[in-house]
């Protein structure tokens, strides 16, 4: 296969080194290519990791962890499933998964979007935070696993749970354990046990801040993965916000 990276839009990934598929991404993305599409993926690590030209990347296969760690800008878009630390400390830009996700989804997220149309696995969201104009929004369309939103401090997490079964849980255990800022918006009912002791339990809907802010990001969700807002948003939606912007105050001496 030729490698000219100045005439390439598409990469086949085919036994490459995440490393040297990295590589490719990156002059690809400095040469102007705005599109650039991935084929034959397998595992490779950090794709997208630190690309800043806003190219779209379109992914054929399934990516490795980290995927868009420290983006800025970019658009990632998988066929499939991804792998445990997609977004990493991501700072803007939008990671669409058309499958299920694995643990510590947005990570430290500081900025942009991830939609997962499928489950994700434990701890996604842990420490994400917003900043003046940045503000990290992660859209689940399954379920969640135990400590969705540890130690979040900003951003908007929404649980989903859509096609689950009745007796699966839309989220684990010890959920919001830790948080201290942010809005988690679960789509249904959630029972006392499945919460961390530092959240509290609102009504959503007759709030029409909580509704705008839902709206906003629940249509584009559903236009890309072609799904009916109107049959989603008529169910109500529990609300967790944090006890306190400090729960674990008073276990440090300052």
Same mark, same amino acid.
């Given at each position: 296969?030729?490698?000219?990276?100045?005439?390439?839009?598409?990469?086949?990934?085919?036994?490459?080194?995440?490393?040297?598929?990295? *590589?490719?991404?990156?002059?690809?993305?400095?040469?102007?290519?705005?599109?650039?599409?991935?084929?034959?993926?397998?595992?490779?690590?950090?794709?997208?990791?630190?690309?800043?030209?806003?190219?779209?990347?379109?992914?054929?296969? !399934?990516?490795?962890?980290?995927?868009?760690?420290?983006?800025?800008?970019?658009?990632?878009?998988?066929?499939?499933?991804?792998?445990?630390?997609?977004?990493?400390?991501?700072?803007?830009?939008?990671?669409?998964?058309?499958?299920?996700?694995?643990?510590?989804?947005?990570?430290?997220?500081?900025?942009?979007?991830?939609?997962?149309?499928?489950?994700?696995?434990?701890?996604?969201?842990?420490?994400?935070?917003?900043?003046?104009?940045?503000?990290? !929004?992660?859209?689940?369309?399954?379920?969640?696993?135990?400590?969705?939103?540890?130690?979040?401090?900003?951003?908007?997490?929404?649980?989903?749970?859509?096609? *689950?079964?009745?007796?699966?849980?839309?989220?684990?255990?010890?959920?919001?354990?830790?948080?201290?800022?942010?809005?988690?918006?679960?789509?249904?009912?959630?029972?006392?046990?499945?919460?961390?002791?530092?959240?509290?339990?609102?009504?959503?809907?007759?709030?029409?801040?909580?509704?705008?802010?839902?709206?906003?990001?629940?249509?584009?969700?559903?236009?890309?993965?072609?799904?009916?807002?109107?049959?989603?948003?008529?169910?109500?939606?529990?609300?967790?916000?944090?006890?306190?912007?400090?729960?674990?105050?008073?276990?440090?001496?300052?």
């Amino acid at each position: 296969m030729n490698r000219n990276i100045s005439k390439l839009q598409r990469i086949d990934a085919r036994d490459l080194n995440y490393r040297e598929l990295n *590589r490719l991404i990156k002059d690809a993305a400095n040469e102007g290519i705005k599109n650039i599409h991935l084929t034959n993926v397998n595992g490779q690590r950090y794709i997208g990791t630190g690309v800043n030209n806003a190219p779209k990347i379109n992914i054929n296969g !399934v990516p490795g962890n980290d995927l868009g760690a420290f983006m800025d800008g970019c658009s990632i878009n998988v066929s499939g499933n991804g792998e445990d630390g997609i977004g990493n400390t991501m700072n803007s830009g939008r990671i669409v998964i058309n499958g299920s996700a694995g643990d510590i989804l947005g990570y430290s997220m500081r900025g942009g979007e991830i939609f997962v149309k499928g489950n994700v696995g434990y701890r996604v969201g842990i420490h994400m935070k917003s900043y003046k104009n940045m503000y990290p !929004v992660i859209i689940i369309g399954g379920c969640a696993r135990d400590f969705l939103g540890e130690y979040m401090a900003g951003g908007l997490l929404i649980v989903l749970g859509l096609n *689950r079964k009745s007796k699966n849980p839309i989220v684990g255990s010890y959920c919001g354990t830790g948080m201290h800022g942010g809005k988690i918006f679960i789509r249904g009912n959630v029972e006392p046990w499945q919460l961390g002791k530092e959240v509290r339990v609102y009504e959503p809907n007759k709030n029409k801040d909580d509704f705008s802010l839902i709206e906003k990001y629940l249509r584009q969700y559903c236009e890309l993965f072609s799904l009916d807002f109107d049959s989603i948003i008529k169910t109500n939606f529990t609300k967790l916000l944090p006890g306190s912007s400090r729960p674990y105050g008073k276990l440090y001496a300052y």
